[in-house]
């Protein structure tokens, strides 16, 4: 009787020694596939970014549809009709 309150007040220590640990640790490793995952995505969009900047650097019919459809450029003499969206 008495070695087994002797194991139960030994494991029950230990318990609490290492339990906060364990949680610490188990939180990190989440925080770290969370983080690779993030890693993961930065690096497509840097890949994608860098695709885009070749394109722009070195395609001109690229160059020119980027600046037509996103920056709204036209050529000089040309009329741009804006046609109204359907709104249902």
Known sequence: ???????FVSAS????IFLPSYTKMQDLR???AHYDRQIEILKKQRTALLDEKKLL????LYLEKVAREK???VKEGEIVYQLPTNRD
């Open 30 to 32: 989440q925080r770290s």
């Open 13 to 16: 220590f230990l318990l609490f």
């Open 71 to 73: 920056m709204g450029l």
């Open 57 to 60: 650097e070195s395609d001109p």
């Open 1 to 7: 009787m008495k070695n087994a309150i002797w194991l």
